[in-house]
């Protein structure tokens, strides 16, 4: 009997093999692999299995390090392999050499508007395992940034920080700026990138066509301003809004046009007093707000006006003329006097006041001629005139008022400044003092003539002896007494004062003793009253002193021995100063020694020093003798 063998199917004469894997006859396990054999079969574990083939386990490659995971990945067991996975921060297969590093990007600004002028920065901050490499561009332009200090970790992270400062920012600056960082890993580039918008706002330059206009009542009123072009936001009509001197505009108003093209705005109207002032137009936008400011005056023809005529002006009063005057713009007040002459500040006598009332769409001018001291020559007529000058022209209004003295009797009234001892005499518009007789003055002081009188009035006295001079004065006030002789002061007076019926007698007594020929002369006694005033009044009265001198007699021979029968001569000489002088014939008398001299028997010869006498007749005895 033939039977077949084991793993062998058959009738014994004739076996086949017996495939166990596919009959499912084989015992390998279920992670193995079952390979046919002649007779039999053999199990051998999977790829990722270890075992005998019956019996398999799986191999955890992760751990035994038998797996291809790049350095950057995360090696993932799974029943018979495993799968690689790159690491946060990394991008790719997870393979060997197939995990590139990629960069992160932060952007930040401290602001996405910024007024132009102003400053903006902007920061990127770049991670990463490697180092970062920052790039920076604006609106697509390659622009230069300021990179920081890189920071790296022991793993091989880093930061890099990175900025861009926009100063002075202007409308070049505006638009889009890209921080783009990039980290090279196994050859290969990682980039990473982030944008932000600045916007640079721009308020628009405006310009005022007509910022001061001055019109006529009646006359067209424009009002326009123009926007520069570069505005960022644009300048929409919206944004702009127009005010009234009297508040806001109202644009349903009739006489109001409005033409605004968001660039220019015309506002018309026909020129009335309620358009007189300040016109505004407010421009807003993102980048700000800004006023404009019109300056709208409407000329106010001047109207001058002043008190009612007819005024009677009374002497020496003060009295006013006011004139007041309606215009726009402020009118120039002048005064014109008698005779059209104009009056201002430096006119004596006057004073100008003003007063200024402002208003709109009118100011008034109240002007105030003050006469300080009415006299005669205000009588006449007065003229305000106001001018205006304005729109190139000048604009004037007068009105006049006739203004009539009234004279004041200033003696009759007592209003008079006379003195008590001055005569008043009224005249138009004044009045006239005048001294009484014994006074002197200008009439509104007058002052008492001091009395002087001198005992005698010249007095003759020899030399040797002694005189005294005496002067009285009497007055009202104490006078002083001084003497002079021949203009220079003499002192040693005794001055005595007694008073009587409200009169003070002063007496001044000078004594002269020894009196000798230089002291001849003329004596004055001068009188001095110092008023109230301050004026001093003298009065003098004189004494013509003169001093009486006997000339000094010498013989020119003392003693003559002469012949009998002859003819003798006898002389003498007189000295010079002799007071009176010497007059031969009345003060010189010869005696013989028994008696007079008989003229008849001599010749007498007189010289201003000498005197002689000649004997014409024979010396006898009735010569001998003295």
Same mark, same amino acid.
């Given at each position: 009997t033939c039977t077949c063998n084991s793993g062998f199917t058959g009738a014994g004469t004739i076996c086949s093999d017996v495939d166990e894997c596919s009959s499912n006859l084989d015992n390998c396990d279920g992670n193995?692999?079952?390979?046919?054999?002649?007779?039999?079969?053999?199990? $051998?574990? %999977?790829?990722?299995?270890?075992?005998?083939?019956?019996?398999?386990?799986?191999?955890?490659?992760? $751990?035994?390090?038998?797996?291809?995971?790049?350095?950057?990945?995360?090696?993932?067991?799974?029943?018979?392999?495993?799968?690689?996975?790159?690491?946060?921060?990394?991008?790719?297969?997870?393979?060997? %050499?197939?995990?590139d590093a990629v960069p992160t990007v932060v952007l930040t600004a401290n602001s996405t508007e910024v007024n132009a002028g102003g400053t903006v920065n902007i920061s990127c901050v770049a991670t990463g395992f490697g180092r970062p490499v920052i790039t920076w561009m604006h609106n697509g332009t390659i622009i230069q940034g300021v990179d920081g200090t890189l920071a790296e970790e022991l793993s091989g992270f880093t930061t890099l920080g990175s900025s861009v400062l926009i100063a002075a920012a202007a409308d070049s600056d505006r638009g889009n700026y890209t921080c783009t960082a990039v980290i090279t890993t196994n050859g290969r580039d990682q980039t990473a990138r982030q944008s932000v918008n600045i916007d640079v706002l721009i308020f628009p330059e405006l310009t005022a066509q007509n910022a001061e206009i001055t019109l006529r009542r009646g006359e067209q009123l424009t009002l326009s301003f123009t926007a520069s072009q570069l505005a960022f936001p644009p300048l929409l009509p919206e944004n702009i809004v127009w005010s009234l001197p009297s508040g806001?505009? @109202?644009?349903?108003?009739?006489?109001? +046009?409005?033409?605004?093209?968001?660039?220019?705005?015309?506002?018309?109207?026909?020129?009335?007093?309620?358009?007189? !002032?300040?016109?505004?137009?407010?421009?807003?936008? @993102?980048?700000?707000?800004?006023?404009?400011?019109?300056? &709208?005056?409407?000329?106010?023809?001047?109207? +001058?006006s002043v008190t009612d005529s007819g005024i009677v002006a009374i002497q020496g009063s003060t009295f006013d003329l006011n004139c007041t005057v309606v215009s726009w713009p402020v009118a120039t007040v002048t005064f014109l006097g008698p005779n059209s002459s104009v009056i201002n500040a430096a006119t004596p006598g006057v004073n100008l006041l003003e007063t200024l009332v402002t208003g709109e769409p009118t100011i008034t001018v109240v002007q105030t001629l003050r006469i300080l001291d009415v006299q005669p020559s205000i009588n006449g007529s007065y003229t305000c005139a106001a001018t205006v000058l304005a729109l190139g022209q000048t604009f004037v209004a007068n009105s006049s008022i006739f203004v009539f003295f009234k004279d004041v009797d200033e003696c009759n009234t007592t209003t008079d400044n006379c003195d008590v001892n001055a005569d008043c005499v009224n005249t138009i518009g004044?009045?006239?003092?005048?001294?009484?007789?014994?006074?002197?003055?200008?009439?509104?002081?007058?002052? @008492?003539?001091?009395?002087?009188?001198?005992?005698?009035a010249a007095v003759r006295v020899r030399t040797g002896s002694t005189v005294t001079l005496e002067c009285t004065s009497s007055n009202v006030r104490l006078a002083t007494i001084v003497w002079q002789l021949?203009?220079?002061?003499?002192? !040693? @007076?005794? &001055? $005595?004062?007694?008073?009587?019926?409200?009169?003070?007698?002063v007496t001044s007594r000078l004594s002269?003793?020894?009196?000798?020929?230089?002291?001849?002369g003329v004596y004055t006694c001068i009188v001095s009253i110092a008023y109230v005033s301050g004026r001093i009044l003298n009065r003098n009265a004189s004494v013509d002193v003169t001093v009486l001198v006997l000339p000094q007699l010498t013989a020119s021979e003392a003693s003559v021995i002469a012949v009998e029968a002859d003819t003798f001569t006898l002389s003498f000489v007189a000295s010079a100063i002799a007071v009176p002088a010497l007059n031969p014939s009345a003060d010189i008398t010869w005696t013989y020694p028994s008696g007079a001299l008989?003229?008849? $028997? &001599?010749?007498?010869?007189?010289?201003p020093n000498r005197l002689q006498v000649t004997f014409s007749d024979a010396l006898n005895s009735i010569h001998f003798g003295a």
């Open positions: 193995a692999n079952c390979s046919n054999t002649a007779g039999s079969f053999a199990c $051998s574990c %999977n790829t990722g299995y270890t075992g005998n083939g019956i019996a398999c386990t799986d191999i955890d490659e992760c $751990s035994t390090g038998g797996h291809g995971c790049d350095s950057n990945a995360l090696c993932n067991n799974t029943v018979g392999f495993y799968n690689c996975t790159c690491r946060e921060a990394f991008v790719g297969g997870g393979l060997m %050499n197939t995990c806001s505009l @109202a644009t349903t108003e009739a006489d109001i +046009a409005i033409f605004n093209t968001g660039r220019s705005l015309n506002i018309t109207a026909v020129a009335s007093d309620r358009h007189f !002032g300040n016109f505004s137009v407010n421009v807003t936008t @993102a980048a700000g707000s800004r006023t404009l400011t019109f300056s &709208v005056s409407i000329v106010v023809l001047p109207t +001058a004044s009045h006239v003092c005048t001294c009484r007789s014994d006074f002197i003055g200008n009439g509104s002081q007058c002052d @008492a003539f001091p009395t002087v009188a001198v005992a005698q021949n203009s220079i002061g003499v002192p !040693g @007076a005794i &001055v $005595s004062d007694s008073s009587q019926n409200g009169r003070i007698n002269l003793s020894a009196i000798s020929y230089e002291q001849r008989v003229a008849a $028997s &001599v010749v007498v010869a007189f010289t």
